[in-house]
């Protein structure tokens, strides 16, 4: 029954939850070397906002191997203000590497999620090497190596001078 004098009031409540937004990152770095995306955080709102980040390693490495990718674990964005995430890519050998980041807003709830992809480069020449020598004349030189492994290792010259010889004299 309708009547002009009656009149009801309704309190809603609603519980919207974001959508997660994903997007994929493909860096490429030769080894030994280092890249730093930078991924902006945008608050046009006008409250601070905390973000979190979590890294999770999707390609398994072997154990002993740790993630080539790293990132700060929060950040703490100010209202109408840019704050960024340093993703950093350092490839410690020739595996591929992927992960999933994932940031949160843990003020607003919402979800960002980035597929992360490394491939690894070549490494560069770190320096040249200059001999003085004569023709048909032997010449030994003693190289110091880098080993970042912390294990022994053995080292074979390749070249493309065909009477070049590497390993041990017999």
Do not use: H
Not at 31 to 52: F, V
């Amino acid at each position: 029954i309708e009547e002009p004098s009656d009149i009801r009031i309704f309190k809603v409540a609603v519980l919207v939850k974001p959508k997660i937004i994903k997007t994929r990152i493909e860096l490429s770095c030769p080894l030994g070397q280092k890249i730093l995306q930078k991924i902006p955080i945008y608050n046009g709102s006008d409250k601070d906002w905390i973000m979190r980040a979590e890294l999770v390693e999707k390609i398994s490495s072997p154990s002993n191997l740790p993630n080539c990718f790293t990132i700060e674990a929060e950040k703490r964005v100010e209202k109408r203000s840019e704050n960024y995430f340093t993703l950093k890519f350092e490839p410690i050998n020739r595996l591929k590497s992927g992960s999933v980041l994932t940031i949160n807003n843990l003020v607003t709830k919402e979800v960002y999620e980035y597929d992360l992809y490394g491939l690894p480069d070549d490494p560069l020449a770190e320096g040249s090497l200059e001999f003085d020598c004569l023709v048909n004349e032997e010449s030994v030189k003693e190289i110091a190596i880098s080993n970042n492994t912390g294990k022994e290792a053995q080292y074979r010259v390749e070249t493309d001078m065909y009477d070049i010889i590497s390993g041990p004299l017999t």
